[in-house]
């Protein structure tokens, strides 16, 4: 007789398991506040849950958990997000080589700095796409948008990010102290 026996793990934990901290973070950056996320995560589980017991397993629940993260989310502002389009932030103006973004401008934390500051259609179309990967179909699918309207947004989102920043850097590189030679002497 075998005295170790196996436990089956119930599948929505084992979901959790898996995808809890994927949907922490895409509800941290949707939401910008860590009490709301960690709300928002344990509410799409016991949603997933609950449709997993109506209905059959899904195709795909990885994007399911995306859906319903996004809808709580949604409702978390109260209202459905309407999206400018990319011209609404000056697309097509050429950015000189004065506006690269160098590898001091373009780490972690002023990203995620810029994407805090992004207005919530721009940060549901970035985040869902850059950061979740999801196609330009399924954004729409979930934020019952067009496909062009995905498209447009998420450029008008990478428009304004890139705007958000390099503002911060010329905000930094103002702040920070000239060496004493570049210091005009008097």
């Given at each position: ?103 001091e401008t373009l780490n972690g934390a002023a990203l995620?700095?810029?994407?805090r500051k992004l207005p919530l259609d721009l940060r ?42 390099l503002e911060a850097a010329q905000a930094r590189s ?13």
């Amino acid at each position: 007789m075998n005295i170790f026996k196996t436990a089956r793990a119930d599948p929505i934990e084992l979901l959790y398991q898996r995808y809890a901290s994927r949907v922490y973070s895409l509800s941290l950056r949707l939401l910008d506040d860590i009490p709301a996320a960690e709300k928002a995560t344990v509410t799409t589980f016991v949603t997933l849950a609950r449709r997993l017991h109506q209905r059959a397993t899904p195709k795909n629940v990885e994007n399911l958990l995306i859906g319903i993260t996004v809808d709580i989310a949604r409702r978390h502002y109260g209202s459905a997000l309407t999206s400018q389009t990319a011209a609404d932030f000056g697309e097509g103006k050429e950015a000189g080589p004065e506006t690269a973004l160098g590898p001091e401008t373009l780490n972690g934390a002023a990203l995620e700095a810029a994407i805090r500051k992004l207005p919530l259609d721009l940060r549901f179309a970035f985040v869902l796409h850059d950061v979740g990967r999801l196609s330009h179909e399924e954004i729409a699918a979930t934020l019952d948008w067009t496909v062009d309207l995905s498209r447009e947004t998420l450029a008008g989102a990478r428009v304004e990010l890139r705007r958000l920043l390099l503002e911060a850097a010329q905000a930094r590189s103002s702040l920070a102290p000239q060496h004493p030679r570049q210091q005009k002497t008097g």
